[in-house]
């Protein structure tokens, strides 16, 4: 399955307390914490008892630009693609009212996306908003996008990783469509890194966006957002704050320029907290390198297939183990009655509409799939 010894598996579960007394399947939902999260969340307490205002000049502002070095390095981009915002939903904002119009004022995204890019167009009138259907329920053809995207196409807008299926998209295809046609290409990762590679510079997508939440255990309250350097001056944000000047801390009320990079979409001070609980997940994670956690996660996952298969469950996943992900979306008729007796049992799982949503990490084992496996069997008995 994996190139990880049990000791490093062993080393590795011992740093997230939660799976010391939890079976924790919903990493998709929320990365566990870890103890190195909260070893970075109290220094920043620390260092805020001690030093007040002074910590931002001395240490947090490093912290910032730290975390935008290493989301980028992990992502495939450079550090000046990188921009920390409060959500996905605040960069897609940004990026929706920057980039330049014309004559195009169509948006491509599909039904399997989650409902935030979709939002972001929905609410504009001027918009025609394309919603492509899913011929099987799990994915989009790229040529349907294909079929789609045309001279009058603003964006070509979807997700990475579909949320509701585990399908992992080929943003390649998609990018060189998008660019064909003279569109701007807009992929949401969110479900993506430290899950699945991602390499954005190599993928051709215009603006990617991330964050710490989910598979990269590092809290709620921050996003990233990658936008490809030599688009970066086609962009000028409507929306701006103090981070995005070119002269931050020349509070200069009279003059505005934008920074030259990424960080002109950067929508005043980040949440710091987050910054350190990121900062910290990266490193619990990076404990046991980046391929050897990605290979780990696509073992246990399709085990967890595997085992479904022979239970007899329905899934919503991609017949190609080439397109899943770890997001396993199990077929139930009560799926929220389902989750609340899993928890009862100490498994933590999720649910979607008529499915029972189990995401493995690196950090889970073969025995705490087969565990939940054999607690559905018994609810189907």
Known sequence: ????????????????????????????????????????????????????????????????????????????????????????????????????????????????????????????????????????????????????????????????????????????????????????????????????????????????????????????GLAYLFVREERIPELTPRFTSWFAAENQFGFDIDRFRFRSDARRFELGTPALPTVHTALGGMDALESVGWDAAIDRRRGLTEHLVARCRDEGFTLRTADDPARRSGIVMVAHADPAEAVRRLDAMDIVVDHRPGHVRISPHVYNTVDEVDEVVGALAGMYT
């Open 1 to 220: 399955m994996t190139a990880l010894a049990d000791t490093d598996v062993a080393r590795l579960r011992s740093r997230f307390p939660i799976l010391g007394r939890r079976n924790y399947l919903n990493s998709c939902s929320l990365g566990a914490l870890s103890h190195d999260a909260e070893a970075y969340l109290d220094d920043f307490r620390a260092r805020w008892h001690t030093m007040g205002a002074s910590a931002w000049y001395e240490h947090w502002m490093g912290r910032l630009d730290a975390l935008r070095t290493r989301a980028a390095a992990l992502h495939g981009a450079r550090p000046t693609e990188a921009a920390l915002l409060p959500s996905t939903s605040a960069a897609l904002s940004v990026v929706a009212e920057a980039v330049p119009r014309g004559e195009r004022n169509r948006v491509v995204c599909t039904e399997l996306d989650f409902p935030t890019l979709a939002y972001q167009w929905r609410v504009k009138p001027e918009i025609e908003l394309v919603v492509l259907r899913s011929p099987d329920g799990i994915g989009i053809d790229p040529a349907q996008f294909a079929d789609a995207v045309d001279e009058r196409t603003l964006f070509l807008a979807t997700s990475h990783v579909c949320f509701s299926t585990g399908y992992v998209q080929d943003i390649e295809a998609l990018a060189r469509i998008a660019r064909d046609a003279g569109a701007w290409s807009l992929v949401d990762g969110y479900q993506a890194a430290g899950q699945i590679p991602v390499d954005v510079g190599a993928s051709g997508v215009d603006i990617y966006t991330s964050g710490p939440l989910k598979w990269l255990c590092g809290g709620p």
